[in-house]
């Protein structure tokens, strides 16, 4: 039957049916027994007629001597029908039987010699010369075997008798017939060892190959014949544990197949041992090596090792300082096992090789912990196979401070307003530093720098909290003896070396009404006396009696002085100036007016609360008194000579070389400011002070508004010694208004308005007391 399958798995009968492979799937090639059972298939890869099932030819011919198993073969698109006779062909699978095993034949000893005995016949399924051919006696001195022919070729075995038998010295005789059909010639002995085609095998193997990979064919052959040429394949009694779990071989075929992947990096070879077996007796065995190479793929990832703990670096640490240490590998072998590394751009570090794979994380470039406090550094790996593989750390590194940075004020400058006589110890300004570094690198303390302040220590004015920049007084001040005073604050880190850095504050001390105008002319009046005057009886209406004098220590409106009759002998006689305090008459003096008259004018600020003082004028109204302005026009005009018109003259002159003096004065303080401004950071303004008319104003024509202020003086007032005003620097075109509010303290008698517009800039000045 074995050759029966080899010949029809060899025919490819698709050619001969003038089918293409392609037809047997795409026409539906299907096979139809007439038998019943489906015994044949076609391989539709292979085109081929392959035996599905065993075919025993005794049951479907039984002794025919032709076997014929007629097939239909049937294909669609045209639809048609082929029909194949396959023959089947005989092979010796049946050995000869006798119905019994035991055969008795009893003889009488008397019996003559060449009597013949019939015995039972065997039977053979098989045919032609597998069939019966013959029988075989075991030998015996009484008895030989002879074979009668009958019809059909049927061989009838006989028993005869050669010679006489003697029951007394044999009662029974024991013999063996053997039937022998043709299909046996010689009985094979197992004396023949397997041989193998090579005692190494050597093959290479991808560590990559897949579970039940076929790995290689080892081929052994035995001559002999039977049980005893079949061989059986088996790994080696001495097989490893480790190599049992990865390899497997088919015992039939000697194919050896992978039970397991392979991994190169666990072992890069592997030896194993082939044992052939037959299976005759006793049986014979041979055997052969194989070797197995594994060869590397890249199928590992670089691996990136830290050898150092994470550390922080200082933030001044200089280029090629070692931040860590690390190495880099990679299981894989050759290419595949070569790494690169690679950091990401802009970092501000670099790697430096050392030796076998290892490197050294140095700094590449300036630190910065204000900037960046800390850096993930994430190092790439990348190897050399193909396609490449790569992996990723990420190391941390933390930048420790350094005192590199000082305190820094919100502003450069502070301007504090401050109403005098307050409280002391009272809260007049909080200063504030930051520090960009960190820890007690950051920490600040403030402190007042030692300056003079009228000769006096600072510090004996204010003091500052050291934790909170928080400025006190150390008691009231007093706008009409200190106006203003700078404070020089330091603040200082707690680093080392400390560091620090100063700011200007600028205390501005702002009046309150606290004084009561005092009067200083008439200069009796002023020593608390009554003020006698005398005016004559012939005195017209607006006549000057007198003129009353006051002046204010406080400032700004506080400073502002209205006068008032508050109580007159004869109220329609007298008025006075409700800002000059000139007394004059109302009306020409009558010849009923009393002599004596009496005036208590009021004098009033404009504070709050208003302050006040009065002063009491006696006049007294006397006949034949003139009045001196009238007579000295009168003799001017009468009695004109060349020596008054000259002092005229002198006069004149003299007035327009103070004014050109003092126009020169104040274009050179101008220049000089503009010049200290651009130089030294002070005030640059270009004003122009404008006295005409009633109304005085300051115009801002142009500059920049710096940090430092810059005094100037001008007479403002016959009355007083001189008057301050101070002009600081303002932010924006808003913060004029704190220029408008330094004026009103410097300039008592003065009231400033502010008026936006383009360019210029006024600040407006209407004076209530006529002051030049």
């Known amino acids: 039957m074995g050759n029966n399958v080899a010949l ?11 089918l293409g492979l392609s037809d047997i799937f795409d026409r539906k090639l299907h096979v139809a027994s007439e038998a019943g059972k489906q015994y044949f298939s076609v391989d539709a890869g292979k085109g081929e007629l392959v035996v599905n099932d065993r075919i025993d030819r005794e049951a479907l011919c039984a002794q025919s001597a032709s076997c014929v198993l007629p097939l239909q073969v049937v294909v669609e698109n045209p639809l048609q029908l082929h029909r194949i006779e396959v ?145 059986e394949y088996s790994l080696g009694v001495h097989t490893p544990p480790s190599v049992l779990a990865l390899f497997h071989i088919d015992p039939v075929t000697g194919d050896i197949y992978l039970k397991q ?80 590394l690679k950091l ?46 790569s992996s990723k750390k990420t190391i941390p590194v933390s930048i420790t401070d350094v005192n590199d940075n000082p305190p820094m004020f919100t502003q450069p400058s502070y301007n504090v307003y401050l109403k005098e006589n307050g409280v002391p110890g009272s809260i007049l300004y909080s200063v504030s530093a930051s520090d960009l570094d960190f820890g007690e690198n950051a920490k600040i303390s403030y402190s007042i720098l030692d300056s003079k302040v009228q ?51 600028h205390v501005f001390i702002l009046d309150q009404n606290d004084n009561a105008p005092a009067v200083i002319y008439p200069s009796s009046a002023a020593l608390g006396s009554l003020s006698h005057q005398r005016m004559p009886r012939s005195a017209k209406a607006g006549h000057l009696v007198t003129k009353v004098t006051a002046v204010d220590a406080d400032s700004g409106h506080n400073a502002w002085i209205s006068y008032k009759v508050s109580e007159a002998t004869d109220a329609s006689l007298f008025t006075v100036n409700l800002y000059t305090g000139e007394v004059r008459t109302k009306r020409a003096v009558s010849e009923q007016d009393d002599s004596s008259q009496r005036l208590l004018i009021e004098i009033k600020d404009d504070g709050e609360p208003v302050q006040s003082a009065t002063v009491t004028v006696s006049i007294l109204l006397e006949d034949g008194l003139h009045e001196p302005i009238l007579d000295l ?46 130089s030294s950071g002070s005030l640059n303004l270009q004003i122009q002070l404008n006295t005409d008319g009633p109304i005085k104003y300051v115009e801002v024509l142009g500059g920049d508004m710096l940090s430092q202020s810059q005094s100037f003086r001008s007479c403002m007032s016959p009355m007083s010694e001189y008057s301050d005003f101070t002009l600081i620097k303002p932010s924006s075109t808003t913060d004029f208004k704190e220029v408008i509010s330094v004026l009103d303290a410097s300039l008592p008698d003065s009231t400033w308005t502010f008026e936006s517009q383009q360019h210029p800039e006024h600040l407006h000045c209407k004076e209530l007391d006529e002051r030049e």
């Open 87 to 231: 023959e089947i062909r005989d092979v010796n699978d049946n050995a000869p039987n006798f119905l019994k095993s035991d055969h008795v034949i009893e003889i009488a000893e008397s019996t003559v010699v060449g009597v013949r005995f019939p015995l039972e016949m065997a039977e053979d399924p098989d045919v032609g010369n597998n069939g019966l051919k013959t029988y075989t006696l075991s030998k015996d001195e009484c008895f030989s075997l002879k074979i009668k022919e009958i019809e059909n070729g049927r061989k009838i075995p006989e028993l005869v008798l050669n010679k006489s038998l003697d029951r007394e010295k044999k009662a029974i005789h024991s013999l063996f017939l053997t039937a022998m059909d043709g299909g046996i010639n010689v009985l094979d002995i197992n004396d023949n060892v397997p041989l193998f085609e090579n005692t190494l095998y050597k093959i290479a193997v991808q560590e990559s190959s897949s579970n039940g990979s076929f790995v290689i064919a080892t081929k052994a052959t035995d001559i002999d014949e039977g049980p005893n040429g079949e061989i």
């Open 344 to 389: 990401p751009k802009g970092s501000p570090f670099t790697l430096k090789p050392s030796f076998s794979n290892n490197y050294a994380l140095v700094t590449s470039s300036p630190l910065d912990r204000e900037s960046f406090s800390e850096y993930n550094i994430e190092i790439t790996a990348t190897d050399s196979g193909s396609p490449p593989l």
């Open 633 to 678: 026009r009168h003799k001017s005009m009468v009695e004109p000579s060349k020596k008054t018109g000259r002092i005229t003259l002198y006069l004149i002159l003299s007035l327009a070389s103070v004014s050109v003096l003092s126009l020169v004065t104040f274009v050179i303080l101008a220049v000089k400011c503009m010049r200290s401004s651009r």
């Open 455 to 505: 000769d006096v220590s600072v510090s004996s004015y204010v003091y500052i909290n050291s934790d909170n920049g928080s400025i006190y007084s150390m008691h009231s001040f007093d706008y009409e003896k200190l106006k203003v005073f700078q404070i020089q604050v330091q603040a200082k880190d707690q680093g080392s070396p400390s560091l620090s850095s100063n700011a200007t504050v």
């Open 8 to 18: 029809l798995s060899s025919w490819k009968f698709s050619q001969r049916l003038g």
């Open 261 to 340: 992947q392979l991994d190169h990096e666990t072992q890069t070879s592997y030896r194993i041992d082939i044992s052939a077996k037959d299976k005759g007796f006793p049986k014979m065995e041979s055997h052969c090596s194989v070797q197995v190479d594994v060869l590397d793929v890249n199928d590992n990832p670089p691996e990136i090792v830290l050898t150092s703990k994470s550390t922080s670096v200082p933030e001044d640490s200089g280029s090629g300082t070692v931040v860590a240490l690390l190495s880099v590998r990679d299981l894989d072998s050759g290419e595949n096992g070569k790494v690169t």
